[in-house]
């Protein structure tokens, strides 16, 4: 794995990097878990941009990644993505695709945007239901690889909120 690559547990609302994810739902309205949260620290300059984005483009397909300012966060921008419904593994292919490009879509966001360090929460394994260790491998995986392939993000963060999520992160990464 990549040395650019950190795990933290804790906040995603805390923390003072360049961008944090969002793990946004496709209206980026905000919605419960870490969506809510970030919304909520945020403030309503978030949301209003948001609005700005879904008159402009409509919403924000699966898989797909928008960039925000940060309102009140410690972090000075927000990617939203919106993770794949793990629909019992029905059609896995495509959603283990579609949770990859959120990690590519958000990179390639930040790297656009002269990001140097960003975090990601852990897309979709809560009501989206994905498996946690299947959606941890795909994100270290996506994550390595395209560090490998593209200068310019000097730090990677994984956060986890919850103990079960890091635990599976922390043997993954082998910190």
């Known amino acids: 794995m990549d040395t650019k690559i950190k ?3 804790g906040d995603i609302t805390k923390l003072q990097v360049d961008a944090i994810v969002n793990a946004a739902n496709s209206s980026l309205m905000g919605g ?3 969506d809510g949260a970030i ?3 945020g403030g309503k300059q978030i949301l209003e941009e948001c609005i700005k984005i879904v008159d402009r483009q409509g919403r924000c397909k699966t898989g797909k990644a ?3 300012s940060g309102g009140n966060l410690p972090a000075k921008y927000v990617i939203h993505t919106v993770g794949p419904v793990y629909n019992g593994g029905k059609n896995v292919l495509k959603e283990e ?3 990859a490009n959120c990690y590519t879509n958000s990179l390639m966001l930040a790297f656009d ?3 140097k360090t960003i975090a990601f929460p852990n897309i979709s394994t809560g009501v989206y239901r994905f498996p946690k260790q299947r959606a941890a491998e795909i994100a270290t995986e996506t ?3 395209f560090l490998e392939n593209q200068e310019g993000i000097d730090e990677v963060i994984f956060i986890c909120f919850d103990d079960e999520n890091f635990g599976i992160y922390k043997k993954l990464l082998a910190v």
Do not use: Y
């Open 7 to 9: 795990l933290q547990q």
């Open 32 to 34: 419960g878990g870490v």
């Open 39 to 41: 919304h909520r620290a």
């Open 66 to 68: 928008v960039i925000t």
């Open 97 to 99: 695709e579609q949770l």
């Open 113 to 115: 945007n002269g990001i």
């Open 143 to 145: 994550v390595d690889i």
